[in-house]
């Protein structure tokens, strides 16, 4: 039987760790088809506390990252977290969101039954965001042979955008991805107005910057265009079908491919 690993990294948020759990708990059919996994660095200020809500609610764990006291990026510890989760089904989660349908969980993992998902198990669902209508894939799950063909939850060359875009675009390579625009996952994310950038949101913007105040992530996007299409092929394998070359950016590609 499928479960639903949420892999949610956080950084001095209680606020909204507190919001998503309790998100969470009022609209799962089922507590018991979901484990969230907080990613929390070890010099994480409130990270006891984080610790002590976790033993308090059996559906959350905490999971230690060695941050060496600085920012290390999403992707790596989006990465650290799928190494500890055991479920099949793997749920790429911010912090800032809440979970407002009922009895999402099920229909989530509906998604992913033999009647609905291809034998092979490449799959992507995402859900509305409350902001970009489908466009992004802010949230996502993805069956577990997904990670395991590429050998990796999210690119984690990516400190802090981008790597949803990444996975998306592998994903439509194949016309493997469904939305589902009746699951509200809202996204709280300052660049919406909803709440005041916080010293979290400061600190990644801050090391996401090089010297002359560009971002090292935008920087990103077109160098691994040859990532982009090795792990088109990694996926290719497990489908048994060509991709779609035009869905996938990479100006570094042969045009005859």
Not at 189 to 200: A, E, G, L, Q, S
């Amino acid at each position: 039987m499928n479960k639903i690993d949420l892999l949610v990294p956080t950084r001095e948020r209680l606020n909204l760790q507190l919001t998503l759990i309790s998100s969470i708990i009022t609209t799962a059919k089922n507590i018991n088809n979901i484990n969230l996994y907080f990613g929390v660095d070890q010099d994480d200020k409130y990270r006891d506390i984080t610790i002590k809500m976790s033993k308090a609610i059996s559906f959350v764990h905490v999971i230690d990252i060695d941050n060496q006291g600085k920012f290390i990026g999403l992707g790596k510890i989006w990465n650290q977290l799928a190494k500890h989760s055991d479920q099949n089904i793997l749920g790429y989660i911010g912090d800032d969101m809440i979970f407002k349908t009922p009895n999402w969980d099920e229909a989530i993992l509906k998604e992913f039954d033999p009647e609905n998902c291809p034998k092979d198990n490449i799959k992507l669902v995402h859900c509305n965001d409350g902001h970009r209508n489908g466009i992004m894939t802010v949230n996502a799950f993805v069956h577990r042979k997904y990670y395991e063909t590429l050998g990796y939850f999210v690119k984690e060359d990516f400190l802090i955008n981008w790597s949803d875009h990444y996975m998306m675009q592998l994903f439509q390579a194949f016309d493997r991805i469904t939305y589902k625009p009746d699951i509200l996952i809202e996204h709280n994310h300052w660049v919406f107005f909803k709440r005041p950038i916080d010293d979290t949101g400061k600190r990644m913007q801050i090391s996401d910057k090089t010297p002359d105040g560009k971002s090292i992530s935008d920087a990103l996007w077109d160098k691994l265009g040859p990532d982009r299409d090795k792990d088109a092929l990694k996926l290719a394998k497990v489908i048994g079908i060509e991709p779609d070359w035009s869905k996938i950016d990479n100006k570094f590609r042969d045009k005859r491919v």
